[in-house]
């Protein structure tokens, strides 16, 4: 795959999974659950078409992703095809949306998924 592939299957995959998420809890959840995620490859503004709004990053998430940064160097540079270092300080944000926002935002969500696998 080329690189623009391979970050084009690592997006659906993150779509794909949302799209299970709220399939999933649609009938069994509350629709104000929250779901929040920490990402830094996400564009912030893909993430607020799809209905999630940016919030601040806080202590604890960004440990976590500095805990897991050996895993996300050797993931990222694969998906560039060379060594690559993620600026994951100033790149990451955090995210959260109701589930019922997800819901009502779930037809532009399959139709970007939907976009991202012609291009795979």
Do not use: W
């Not at 592939?5 to 949302?18: A, D, E, K, V």
């Not at 995210?95 to 696998?117: G, R």
């Amino acid at each position: 795959m080329s690189v623009k592939q391979r970050t084009h299957f690592i997006l659906r995959q993150y779509l794909t999974g949302l799209l299970n998420l709220i399939d999933e809890c649609t009938e069994n959840e509350d629709p104000q659950l929250i779901i929040r995620g920490t990402s830094y490859i996400m564009n912030r503004k893909t993430i607020s078409k799809m209905g999630f709004k940016i919030i601040e990053t806080d202590f604890i998430e960004r440990m976590i992703i500095l805990f897991n940064y050996i895993n996300i160097l050797l993931s990222y540079s694969i998906a560039k095809g060379k060594l690559s270092f993620p600026k994951i300080i100033s790149q990451t944000i955090t995210f959260e949306a109701t589930l019922e926002e997800l819901i009502n935002k779930k037809s532009y969500i399959l139709e970007l998924n939907k976009k991202l696998q012609k291009f795979s």
